[in-house]
C-alpha cells in the first residue's frame, strides 16, 4: 500500500509540474505562434489530467467501510460517473460524490 506522505507529495508535485506546464504555455501566448490544432490539443490537456488525480485516490486509499471490504470509494465512483452520464454537471457529480462518501463512512462508524 501506497504511504500517505508519498501520495500526497506525488499528487502536489504532478499539480505543480502540470500549473507549470500549463502557465509557461498562456506566459509565452503572445511571443510563440502556434498552430489551431495545436491549441486544440492543449485545451483537452485538463481533462486528461483529472484522472490522474483521481483515479489514485480512489484506488490506493484505504477504506472504512467493512461490509464492501473498504471499496466504497470505487462504488461511489461508479455512481457518480453514471449520474454524470445522464446529467454532465461537474458541480453536481462532485457535491454528489462528497455526500455519498460523507454518508458511507458516517453510517460504517455507527
Request: net charge positive.
Amino acid at each position: 500500500m501506497i504511504h500517505d506522505r508519498y501520495f500526497f507529495l506525488n499528487v502536489i508535485l504532478l499539480a505543480i509540474g502540470t500549473l507549470a506546464i500549463r502557465g509557461s504555455f498562456i506566459a509565452f501566448s503572445g511571443k510563440i505562434k502556434n498552430s489551431e490544432k495545436l491549441r486544440e490539443l492543449f485545451s483537452y490537456i485538463p481533462a486528461a489530467i483529472l484522472p490522474a488525480f483521481i483515479f489514485p485516490a480512489t484506488f490506493f486509499h484505504r477504506g472504512i467501510v467493512e461490509s464492501i471490504y473498504g471499496k466504497e470509494r470505487v462504488l461511489i465512483l461508479i455512481a457518480s460517473g453514471i449520474v454524470f452520464f445522464f446529467v454532465r454537471s461537474t458541480l453536481l457529480i462532485i457535491s454528489l460524490g462528497l455526500v455519498l462518501l460523507y454518508v458511507a463512512t458516517t453510517i460504517s462508524t455507527i
